[in-house]
């Protein structure tokens, strides 16, 4: 009665949602497959239908307290119990607890003689004894198909599947049936005809020597659901399909700005780092120092009590902590705390989605506040264009979704730094740091810049970018005439200016002391001037002197004359004072 | 082909079978072909084993854990126990021929069908 009012309702009502626990699944399909419906999960041979199955199952009885009945037409209990054991599922303790209930049904044809009319009541019988006795919400029916096999009728088993589907509806379990793949349907007999409600199709491809699982949503009647192809893996925990893409743009942000590491380049970033929960792209051509710099970031996190996360495809945890040693970054103390944790992998050690659903697991077990990759690069050659661009962005998506800082270093040819599919991440990327080489005069030097930053202030200038012993360090270029100077050429035209300004300042200095000579020689030379004028001043008073004796002497002279001769005329014409002076003289 | 195997084991319990058959019937209810596989088995094992046979009607609505240790999917199913090997007829056993190489009674026959 319940499916006579389905469609009516399925437009109005959301339907009730099974949710599966397996990872991934249920974003997918919006919470779940189908509460008290069939799903039909097809795939060909080692794609993981039964593990689905098994998991959906488990997962039920134990995280949902759904119990579940197993049924069996290809393993028997014993093979199921092991093979699910790998993945950690204690099938057996289950079962004792009569959490989930199994049923091996094994029909050999070469036994069998057909004689009349017959059902599979028995079939029903046992599927209903078996949900009962455990009162069972879930069942699983792996692989309803190898029916096919055994029985020889096929009128009938059809006939009865679709009694089958029907009365698993009737008695409201959310059941899953897988079935094999087929050429030109979704399972080998058809068997989607039945099952209408929710169809998952499992694959297994090899690209490029990897293989990759695929799960896809083909149909959910009455639901929304991502209808895109998503990867899964088959894990140590079971089954997690991947990712768990946001689906729209809808990040937190924040306008929190944390420090780089590197003094200047927070400089140069306006003054105070990158934005939290930015992604930043790091280029650069072979040994330009992508992996300090992303270190120091790492550090820098570390040093502020945050978490960092470092995938590495390149060196090992041992290596790089080595390397960086060498200039002076300590990191083992900060691996030691449990700041700091490595993963390293390389590339081609599995396909692309195997090392994202590594590395969600990774950042969701460590939750770091900051992520460094590197290289992406070589991540991204596992596998094609599209896919690794896929890759990133759900990366990209993922880590912005938990506030999550992401460095991602990548590794340009020499030559041209921009590379084609370094345009296609750049987009993705909040900023963009570029490292390059400067060749010249015999040597090659390390620049770097910053290409954009979205939303913050940044420097347009190239920064020499020194590495030593005791860390980083950026210096400003020497940018004059003849174009950007790095280096010894830097170094050299540092010394050439300061060649040029010693000259001046000893020209100054001769020049000085000239003048200063001149002045000395101009000083004795008026010296010499001012004692001819005071010796001829001498002169002149001595002359003057003679003269004034002179006349005394002939005035003197005159009177003694005058009063020899007795002139009384001249008497009266006489200077008073001349007769004093005659008696003073005398 | 299968008959073929089968023919030497069954062509010396030709003659007189000595032992007794055991043979089980598993049937739901009352439905159709449960009542007609009942009246059909013991029509033909009248017919064929008077006095040698013995039928165990299971009801599975009754006793639907017994469905597990034979592997019942169809109904009716007639399974016979003794003399061994197992052998299993599914269907309402309307018809006599297929009966009869079903239960390894006539291996000529059987090879032509």
């Known amino acids: 009665m319940k499916t006579n009012h389905n469609k009516a309702t399925t437009l109005a009502v959301r339907l009730p949602r099974c949710p599966t626990g397996i990872q991934g699944l249920d974003e997918i399909t919006g919470g779940g497959l189908p509460r008290g419906r069939p799903t039909l999960v097809c795939g060909g041979a080692g794609c993981g239908k039964t593990l689905l199955a098994a998991e959906f199952l488990v997962r039920g009885a134990v995280q949902f307290g759904e119990p579940g009945v197993f049924m069996a037409f290809e393993e028997t209990e014993a093979e199921l119990k092991a093979n699910v054991a790998s993945l950690g599922f204690d099938l057996t303790g289950l079962v004792r607890r009569k959490k989930i209930a199994i049923d091996y049904v094994h029909v050999e044809r070469s036994e069998l003689q057909e004689c009349g009319e017959y059902d599979l009541e028995g079939l029903f019988v046992r599927l209903n004894h078996a949900i009962d006795s455990i009162g069972a919400k879930r069942v699983v029916l792996d692989t309803l198909e190898a029916l096919f096999a055994s029985l020889p009728n096929e009128a009938i088993l059809r006939a009865e599947l679709r009694r089958l589907f029907r009365w698993l509806k009737d008695k409201g379990v959310t059941a899953v049936i897988t079935a094999e793949r087929g050429r030109e349907q979704f399972t080998r007999t058809g068997l989607e005809e039945y099952v209408s409600d929710c169809v998952i199709l499992l694959d297994h491809r090899v690209y490029d020597q990897i293989a990759t699982r695929h799960l896809r949503v083909v149909k959910y009647r009455g639901a929304l659901h991502g209808t895109n192809e998503f990867p899964f893996l088959i894990g140590a925990e079971g089954i997690s399909v991947l990712p768990i893409t946001s689906l729209g743009l809808n990040h937190k942000i924040s306008s929190e700005r944390i420090a780089t590491g590197i003094a200047r380049l927070d400089a140069m970033l306006g003054g105070r780092g990158f934005f939290r929960g930015s992604s930043i792209l790091l280029t650069g051509t072979p040994g330009t120092g992508k992996t300090i710099v992303a270190a120091n970031f790492a550090q820098a996190a570390c040093r502020r009590g945050e978490r960092a996360l470092f995938f590495s495809f390149e060196e090992s945890p041992n290596q790089i902590i080595r390397n960086l040693h060498s200039i002076g970054l300590r990191l083992e103390p900060l691996v030691k705390r449990d700041l700091l944790r490595f993963h390293s992998a390389r590339p081609s050690l599995y396909g692309l989605e195997m090392h994202l659903a590594t590395m969600f697991k990774e950042i969701a077990r460590f939750r770091p506040h900051v992520v460094v990759v590197d290289p992406i690069t070589s991540l991204m050659d596992a596998g094609t264009d599209s896919e690794s661009k896929a890759m990133v962005t759900r990366l990209i998506d993922y880590l912005k979704g938990g506030q999550v800082t992401s460095l991602f270093t990548s590794l340009t040819q020499g030559g041209h730094a921009l590379q084609q599919s370094e345009m296609a991440m750049s987009s993705l990327m909040d900023s963009w740091l570029l490292l390059q080489d400067f060749e010249g005069n015999g040597e090659r030097n390390r620049v770097l810049y910053v290409l954009k930053a979205r939303g913050m202030a940044h420097s347009n200038q190239i920064r020499e970018f020194l590495i030593s012993d005791r860390g980083i360090d950026l210096v400003d270029a020497y940018i004059g005439p003849s174009g950007v100077l790095t280096g010894a050429a830097r170094v050299a035209q540092t010394a050439r200016e300061k060649a040029e300004a010693l000259a001046g300042q000893q020209e100054a200095a001769r020049r000085q002391r000239e003048l200063k000579r001149k002045r000395a020689a101009l000083e004795q030379q008026i010296s010499g001037l001012r004692s001819e004028h005071e010796a001829s001043a001498e002169e002149l008073r001595q002359i003057d002197e003679q003269v004034g004796t002179q006349t005394r002497l002939l005035s003197t002279e005159r009177t003694e004359l005058g009063r020899l001769r007795q002139a009384d005329v001249l008497e009266a014409a006489r200077p008073p004072g001349t007769s004093k002076s005659k008696n003073g003289n005398s | ?113």
């Open chain 2, 1 to 113: 082909m299968k008959p073929k195997k089968a023919r030497p084991r069954s062509s010396s319990s030709l003659p007189r079978p000595p032992k007794l058959w055991q043979l089980r019937l598993y049937v739901t209810d009352s439905t159709l072909n449960s009542v007609a596989a009942f009246s059909n088995l013991k029509t033909f094992c009248e017919g064929h084993l008077k006095g040698r046979y013995r039928i165990t009607v299971i009801d599975l609505v009754k006793q639907p854990h017994l469905a597990k240790g034979d592997q019942i999917l169809a109904i009716p199913t007639v399974v016979r126990q003794l003399p061994k090997p197992v052998r299993t007829i599914i269907g309402n056993l309307s018809n006599t021929e297929h009966m009869l190489v079903g239960l390894d009674l006539r291996p000529a026959e059987a090879r032509m069908v």
